[in-house]
């Protein structure tokens, strides 16, 4: 989904140039020249080698894509910097960990910083608990509720008028039991 676009200036060999692109969420590293680029330039496209040329400036520029070998070679310089970014992130965390001892009851406890993350972060439930204390319920239901079949049926024509409205209202038996579970649910809180 395209949210944003940004003008992009980019120069391939002699050639510099602008080209507006559209912002999508992914990974890429190349620029795909499509037809708007191509409308300011005149450019010739010969489809059989998949060259693009065109005049700048008064110089002729040739755009030639990459060899199948090329490709590879890119493929892998990518791989092994994505490998490398992972890396350094899972590295960064264990040069960050402060390891300190505390002594309790005689014994030495070594707590590391995933501990004390963890504290500040309870901490911090605790407190949004606190604040919105009226909106979480004290008694909270043990999972869901059981599933149920389809109870009533009715088939409707859209477009159409009911043809006896009193046919579909339940019956005083089923409105009073509903109308005590509802009272019930309010009282604790739930609705």
Sequence with gaps: MVSQQVEVCFSIGRYNGRVL???VPMEASHILLERPWKYDIKEIHDGFTNKISFKHNDQKIVLKPLSPREVCEDQIKMREKRVQEKREKSETPKKHRK???E????KSETLDSKSEISEVKLSGIKSILQEFQDVFPKEVPRGLPPLRGIEHHIDLIPGASLPN????????????????????LVNKGWV
């Design 103 to 106: 002594t309790l009851e005689g």
């Design 99 to 101: 390891k300190r001892s």
């Design 21 to 23: 692109c559209d912002v």
């Design 165 to 184: 409205k009193l046919a579909y209202r339940s019956n005083p038996q089923e409105t009073k039991e509903i109308q005590a579970q509802v009272e019930e």
